[in-house]
């Protein structure tokens, strides 16, 4: 069974960064996208960024240039570099990773989540 270990967040004041790492343990085929989904208060669960074959990384508006996602190798770990942080950035932030046999970006594996609070 594969399983997501997250590690990293914690509080910060507005303008901070803070760093996110996910480890993919257990055996699987291969892995066709890492990413990160946020869940903020009140607020659905949102992709934020994700990363895919030929390391071809993807952001939401909100984050672009303040957030970097980047991995070791096509099994991992992956890392989320969040910098220039603001209070709406505030949330749980889950690492997720597809292991299908075909190319597709729906996350099938969750993390346990990191809390990531930018004090104001």
């Known amino acids: 069974q594969v399983q997501l270990v997250e590690s990293g967040g914690g509080s910060v004041e507005v303008g901070g960064s803070l760093r996110l790492s996910c480890v993919v343990s257990?055996?699987?085929?291969?892995?066709?996208?890492m990413g990160w989904y946020r869940q903020a208060p009140g607020k659905q669960r949102e992709m934020v960024a994700t990363?895919?074959?030929?390391?071809?990384?993807e952001y939401i508006d909100s984050v672009a240039g303040r957030f970097t996602v980047n991995r070791d190798n096509d099994k991992g770990p992956v890392y989320f570099q969040m910098d220039r942080l603001l209070p709406e950035y505030t949330g749980v932030y889950y690492c997720?990773?597809?292991?299908?046999?075909?190319?597709?970006?729906?996350?099938?594996?969750w993390g346990q989540g990191a809390q990531v609070t930018v004090d104001s």
């Open positions: 997720v990773v597809n292991l299908s046999p075909k190319m597709s970006m729906t996350p099938e594996v």
């Open positions: 257990g055996r699987y085929f291969r892995i066709n996208m």
């Open positions: 990363i895919t074959t030929g390391d071809l990384a």
